[in-house]
């Protein structure tokens, strides 16, 4: 695992990004496809009423299927390689929250906003082929699809805001204050499919103590 551990620092808290196992990721897809078929599962399932986004669909995940397929496991062990990279301290503790999938279609999005918890974090499982494009064309990046990490406000040798363009597989983890948002995408009916969670880990390790 370590091979795929990047971990980011471009402003006060760390991020960690790593590579979501393949065969996990296909799980969750298959698992996902599934359920978007299953209109009564959907529904049991459904947590858009918990959630800010303005998206077509966001569903809990079930905690016997995040078992069996390693997902949980995927989490803590990477969780606890980033507190320890970052603090050299070990946890004990890592007890999942919630997982979820957020379905996001053409002018659609999520604003700004935080997680409960001590640990969250999104990665991407299913992504359009092009995000669009500015309607006046212009020589700076599209933010169009982009996972938006804000901290803090924008001073010299500062940033605020840290931009990722999302990648199948990608998951980064952060501390559950850190604000984020994806903005609306456009020019495609394909979907951006996320994947989400919180979790606590040891009190001591995430007060500092």
Not at 36 to 43: D, T, Y
Not at 164 to 169: A, D, R
Request: hydrophobic share 35%.
């Amino acid at each position: 695992m370590s091979d795929n551990i990047q971990l980011i620092k471009p402003f006060g808290p760390s991020i960690l990004k790593v590579k979501i196992p393949e065969q996990i990721l296909n799980e969750l897809n298959k698992y996902i496809d599934e359920i978007i078929e299953n209109n009564n599962k959907s529904k049991e399932l459904n947590h858009g009423n918990k959630l800010i986004g303005d998206v077509t669909q966001e569903f809990k995940l079930e905690n016997d299927f995040t078992k069996k397929i390693g997902w949980i496991n995927f989490l803590a062990t990477c969780s606890s390689k980033w507190i320890e990279i970052e603090l050299k301290k070990k946890i004990s503790k890592f007890a999942l929250i919630n997982s979820w999938v957020v379905r996001q279609f053409e002018n659609e999005y999520n604003p700004v906003h935080h997680h409960n918890g001590h640990l969250s974090g999104a990665g991407f499982l299913k992504l359009p082929k092009s995000f669009g494009e500015y309607v006046q064309k212009k020589d700076k990046p599209y933010f169009g699809g982009t996972l938006n990490l804000i901290h803090g406000s924008q001073q010299f040798l500062s940033n605020s805001l840290h931009t990722i363009t999302p990648e199948v597989g990608d998951f980064y983890f952060f501390p559950n204050y850190l604000m984020h948002a994806v903005y609306p995408f456009k020019g495609t009916s394909e979907e951006r499919r996320s994947i989400s969670f919180n979790a606590f880990i040891d009190d001591d390790v995430y007060n500092g103590k």
